[in-house]
């Protein structure tokens, strides 16, 4: 129990605390994921698992011989530090005869906004934008046909990485709310994909959790059966990933473990470890409940769906701190793009009826933000702490019982 509690923000801006209080009478549990305090790993461990792939050979034998490299990374919606994972891919590389000339990179952008150099260098640093081109990958154009798979998804792929004989990929294996959890194959689908080849995979499934019904989210953390994945893994077989390299991440978005290799080896393993990494044992029958974003800040209501079970069924308020400088991302498929008008899959998420408010607070205020939540009228944005506990105060009085998820974006309880 806490009265004034700490948490992450601003992950691509510096990462800083933001220090929150409550009222001293009230009882403040910190729902924290099973992995959030563990240490970064050292430079030499990188090394090392870079080095020793799963499930292939080391990449420095692999790669002998091929003629075009892609390295794929993840884009700004996803905390992966790319930087500290690339000068070993590299060096690998380099080792395997591979030149400068034979290697360009390409953001996995899937049908999100695209990222300009000031972000390219805070993925890939300073060295990788002077050495080697880096591109974004555009969904609309410079797509080829590559398969389709057995759900029936017409499998159609950037032009580049298409023409490559040696295909990487780097990004991060976090909880997802709608393949289960993120990383391995999605850095093909959506990341390198055409947009029709996106609408198809996200499009509506029915699911064993869904009961027969179709829904478009499936839920954080919901891995067997889920049949996006077997949308996603086969494309990324389709198109012939080599490498795969997924970084598990603690409460500030550091790496503390990597799983490097060919992708379904690898991604098993690492799917291992995020299941019970971010795993979050749920607290129950709150009167508020503080869902704080950090790693996908940008994409804010990721936090929403371990928070909301955790608010009491006689009716309480669940704030979610969305600080992200650069605003939400700009989603084509299913972003609004006015009052009235959005993507082709337009998310809007609703409250349970339990939730009597939801408080989107945010010291950069962006009020189409509100836009991904379908009852605006229970929805109120708020850009000081002070005035987030006025509101919860005149509700709540003296005595709430309080849940703080510090990574609510990338935490999930099962159940």
């Known amino acids: 129990m806490a009265n004034t509690i700490k948490l992450p923000q601003l992950a691509w801006h510096g990462v800083k605390e933001l220090e929150l209080s409550f009222p001293e009478g009230w009882q403040v549990e910190v729902c924290n994921m099973a992995g959030y305090n563990r240490p ?11 080095a020793g792939p799963i499930g292939m050979p080391p990449l420095r034998e692999y790669a002998r011989g091929k003629k075009e490299v892609v390295i794929i990374f993840d884009d700004m919606a996803r905390v992966t530090r790319a930087a500290e994972i690339v000068p070993y891919v590299l060096e690998e590389l380099a080792a395997a005869g591979i030149a400068d000339k034979q290697i360009r990179f390409i953001a996995a952008c899937g049908c999100h906004g695209a990222m300009n150099r000031l972000d390219f260098v805070k993925k890939l640093g300073e060295n990788v934008l002077a050495r080697f081109p880096v591109y974004n990958h555009a969904p609309y154009d410079n797509c080829v046909y590559a398969g389709t798979t057995t759900g029936g998804t017409k499998v159609r792929i950037n032009a580049e990485v298409m023409k490559c004989d040696l295909k990487i990929g780097i990004g991060s294996i976090v909880p997802h709310i709608m393949a289960g959890f993120g990383g391995g194959s999605k850095i093909v689908l959506p990341g390198v994909a055409a947009y029709g080849t996106i609408v198809a995979m996200h499009s509506p499934r029915v699911s064993s959790e869904t009961r027969g019904v179709k829904d478009t989210v499936t839920g954080m953390g919901v891995f067997e059966n889920n049949p996006r994945r077997r949308d996603i893994d086969e494309a990324a077989a389709i198109v012939g990933l080599d490498v795969k390299i997924d970084a598990v991440v603690n409460t500030w978005g550091e790496t503390t473990a990597i799983f490097a290799g060919a992708p379904a080896s690898a991604y098993a393993a690492a799917l291992e470890e995020a299941k019970s990494h971010y795993f979050t044992p749920a607290a129950r029958d709150k009167d508020v409940v503080v869902a704080n974003t950090f790693a996908k800040a940008n994409e804010a209501i990721s936090g929403l769906l371990v928070a909301f079970p955790s608010v009491s069924q006689k009716g309480g308020d669940v704030v979610l701190v969305a600080n992200a400088p650069e605003g939400q991302i700009t989603h084509y498929l299913m972003g609004p793009f006015g009052n009235s008008i959005g993507g082709q899959l337009r998310l809007q998420m609703k409250p349970p009826p339990n939730v009597n408010r939801l408080i989107i607070f945010s010291e950069y205020p962006e009020f189409s933000s509100k836009n991904y939540l379908e009852d605006t009228d229970r929805v109120a944005l708020v ?11 005149e509700r709540h009085g003296s005595g709430a019982r309080v849940a703080v998820y510090p990574n609510a974006d990338i935490q999930y309880s099962a159940g």
């Open 40 to 50: 970064h790993m050292k430079r030499a461990e990188i090394k090392k698992a870079i």
């Open 383 to 393: 850009h000081n702490w002070n005035d987030v506990l006025k509101l919860l105060q």
